[in-house]
């Protein structure tokens, strides 16, 4: 008797099995598995400071770049790279060489430092962008950091403020020669006898008068330099410019002819005149 075959070219009797055999080993009709699940990955990305101090004067400096690349899922992921570009404008154009990226396994994160050299004199926002691709969409990323260069800041504020206290102290003593040499002239004209007769200078100024304003300003200048940045006490200053005035009376006398009554009392009107400029009260007789 002929043996009848099945559509299969197997004998109509065939077990089960050999179904099974056909249909699948888990006999679920041929279906596939399932494929599995994609892994899930994210990017975060930061920019360290090296804490360089030549970079608060904007000298040359490296900022590194820290790209962490997790993976969120189950599945391991597939190897990828990291494309990274950093700039100073909103488009940045440095491009950084090509970062390999390893597979990861679930649950797991991947770290990568990447430095940047950075030029002298570059200052405000540093912006890099980049794209980790791997299976899937790429994942893109961004962050930034701001250049400041503390340094020539403060410097240049220092430099402002010392300035500035040098022009007021300048002005103070300007301004306070200023008034001795008025006191001076009160003083010469106080002094000068008009029995003495002595020739104009070129200006047509009497000699007397221009001496004694010349050496009370002189007095004056050694006052500056003495009160109040020492640790004079009012008596002592006092004392002490009594006797330089003495001293510039003696230079009056050797400059031009004096009258007797002129020479008497004239290094006390240069110390009033002096002390005057600095608040104390004339000297008494």
Do not use: K
Not at 89 to 114: M, N, Q, V
Request: charged share 25%; glycine share 8%; net charge negative.
């Amino acid at each position: 008797m002929p043996l009848e075959l099945d559509d299969f070219g197997e004998p109509a009797d065939a077990t089960d099995e050999g179904a099974a055999t056909r249909d699948g080993a888990d006999g679920s009709g041929g279906a596939p598995p399932p494929a599995p699940a994609p892994a899930e990955l994210r990017v975060d990305a930061r920019i360290e400071d090296s804490g360089e101090w030549p970079a608060w004067f904007a000298a040359p400096s490296t900022r590194t770049v820290v790209l962490t690349v997790h993976n969120d899922g189950d599945q391991r992921s597939l190897p990828g790279i990291a494309s990274i570009a950093w700039g100073t404008g909103s488009e940045p154009t440095g491009f950084l060489p090509l970062i390999p990226i390893p597979a990861i396994e679930g649950g797991t994160s991947s770290e990568h430092r990447i430095d940047i050299d950075i030029d002298a004199f570059t200052t405000g926002r540093v912006r890099v962008q980049g794209d980790v691709l791997t299976f899937g969409e790429p994942l893109t990323f961004t962050t930034s950091t701001t250049l400041t260069p503390w340094g020539l800041i403060v410097l240049a504020v220092a430099t402002g403020l010392l300035l500035l206290a040098a022009l007021v102290r300048f002005l103070w003593r300007h301004r306070r020669t200023r008034a001795a040499l008025s006191r001076a002239e009160m003083a010469a004209h106080g002094t000068r006898p008009a029995a003495v007769v002595r020739g104009l200078t070129p200006d047509g100024e009497d000699p007397f008068e221009v001496a004694l304003r010349e050496e009370i300003a002189s007095v004056f200048n050694q006052a500056l330099d003495l009160y109040p940045t020492t640790d004079l006490d009012d008596d002592t200053f006092i004392a002490l410019m009594l006797e330089l005035s003495s001293i510039a009376a003696d230079r009056v006398e050797q400059r031009v002819v004096l009258d007797p009554t002129e020479r008497d009392g004239l290094d006390r009107h240069i110390a009033d005149a002096v002390l005057d400029s600095f608040g104390f009260v004339p000297v008494d007789a």
